[in-house]
């Protein structure tokens, strides 16, 4: 691989373009590699420089209507000044756009079950992990401080990418996700393949109707889900990141198991999911003494399909975790809520009124920064995210949430396709108004109400790999 920093620095952010999970570390990386030859500042010089040359033009047009010669001259030699330096920088500049000027949201290609959104075809899947499995490789070597990172990546990828579904229906299904399972299925029943069809048919749950269906239709066996339902997140902080973590506003929780939710887990969107599944949200049977609110909650998680902001599919946990969250009290409504130390070091001015896309800026330019300087975490393994809602809404009760006029930044996106085009809205929720701690919605990127407050916490990495 060649060394030169700017190819190292494009192989970077194509890495972090397939690995999404990790992207994070991969542009901060990047970023790192990248500032001694082009700064932040430096960036934003050329896109001025840019900018100008968009306009002058019409200034030089403007000014040969006038008949003023010697304006003509002046902008026309600036202009072809200008022109010079944006040719001349153009690779690096791009290079550049592609760490500092990151708003895109790529999902994790090898998440079968959002194939329909990521469009990328099974059948591609083996050239694309030989891709990744290439650049890694190139990188251990090229990159010597971050060759166990890239090794590690590399021999996830190696060994547990999930690529074979056409190939070999039967191989390594039974370690992966029904939906997969279901995806193989219909591709062999398409092809006549009634061989493997009936293998794959045994690596599903098995039992009558009968059994395992409600008189109503919906199902009641559950099904494990590509995030391994069953996997603790537990952690022993050290007493200094406790002191740290305190100092900027975190507080340390431990969720407890419910697996009397965890079986609502098998009634989440699916790409084979009919018209039928969403007329029998009234018919899931819930926890004996659950709330109402409750049904309302699944019934977005039955209807929308969810991503967590690593770009794998989001499924609520609902193992035993340990995590670090900013626990103050929900704002009343007119109410400033309170400015922390975390704020500060994210470059944050305020909670409210910001949009997720600045959010995840700040998240991107300093979250690695504060897991590791901060917190004296290894960022391998943890994540600043804005709060997940599955955290808010296990925490919430007792913390007092839900109980105000204001939604709460989610981890995460929800998936809707406008005119064959795949958008992403910001997950929220926590409104009082619209269910309290059931509350689940979907706002614009860009949207900067007052009602929206941001809080964060500082889980495991680990909760967002769909494989």
Not at 34 to 57: K, N, V, Y
Request: with cysteine; net charge negative; hydrophobic share 40%.
């Amino acid at each position: 691989m060649d060394t030169d920093p700017i190819a190292l620095v494009s192989t970077l952010i194509e890495a972090g373009s397939i690995d999404t999970v990790y992207r994070d570390l991969y542009l901060g990386r990047a970023q790192t590699l990248l500032s001694p030859l082009i700064s932040l500042e430096d960036f934003h010089r050329l896109e001025q420089q840019q900018a100008a040359l968009a306009e002058l033009p019409l200034a030089v047009a403007r000014a040969l209507e006038k008949g003023d010669w010697p304006l003509v001259k002046e902008l026309s030699q600036r202009a072809d000044a200008v022109k010079q330096v944006v040719t001349s920088e153009a690779k690096r500049f791009a290079t550049a756009r592609g760490v500092y000027a990151v708003t895109d949201v790529q999902l994790d290609p090898f998440c079968h079950s959002l194939q329909k959104f990521t469009r990328v075809s099974t059948r591609d899947l083996p050239a694309l992990r030989s891709r990744i499995v290439e650049e890694l490789t190139a990188l251990e070597q090229s990159d010597v401080p971050w060759r166990e990172f890239y090794a590690g990546r590399r021999a996830a990828f190696q060994t547990r990418a999930p690529i074979d579904w056409d190939a070999a229906p039967t191989s390594g299904v039974a370690s992966t996700s029904p939906d997969s399972v279901r995806e193989a299925a219909a591709q062999a029943l398409k092809a006549g393949d009634m061989k493997a069809l009936a293998q794959l048919a045994d690596l599903m749950p098995t039992g009558t109707p009968g059994a395992s269906e409600s008189r109503h239709g919906a199902p009641t066996a559950t099904i494990q889900t590509p995030q391994q339902a069953s996997q603790d997140l537990v952690a022993s902080w050290s007493s200094d990141t406790l002191t740290h973590a305190q100092q900027l506003g975190l507080g340390a929780r431990h969720l407890e198991p419910r697996g009397d939710l965890a079986s609502l887990r098998q009634y989440a969107w699916s790409p084979f999911s009919d018209e039928s599944r969403l007329t029998n949200i009234k018919q899931v049977t819930l926890p004996s003494g659950s709330p109402d609110g409750l049904r309302d909650r699944v019934e977005v998680l039955m209807i929308h399909p969810l991503a967590n902001s690593g770009g794998a599919r989001h499924l609520p946990m609902f193992v035993a975790e340990d995590v670090l969250v900013e626990d103050f009290p929900d704002p009343k409504d007119g109410e400033q809520p309170p400015s922390s130390p975390l704020l500060a070091t994210l470059e944050l001015s305020r909670r409210r009124g910001l949009t997720r896309e600045a959010i995840e800026r700040a998240l991107l330019t300093h979250g690695t920064r504060v897991l590791e300087k901060e917190l004296g975490l290894d960022p391998r393994v943890f994540r600043l995210v804005c709060i997940p809602s599955d955290v808010h809404f296990r925490l919430g009760e007792k913390e007092g949430w839900g109980r105000q006029p204001c939604w709460i930044h989610f981890d995460g996106y929800l998936i809707r396709t406008v005119d064959g085009r795949v958008r992403f809205q910001a997950l929220v929720g926590g409104d009082v108004r619209y269910g309290g701690l059931y509350d689940l919605a979907g706002v614009g990127r860009d949207y900067d109400s007052d009602r929206l407050v941001a809080r964060f916490a500082v889980v495991h990495r680990e909760r967002m790999v769909a494989w």
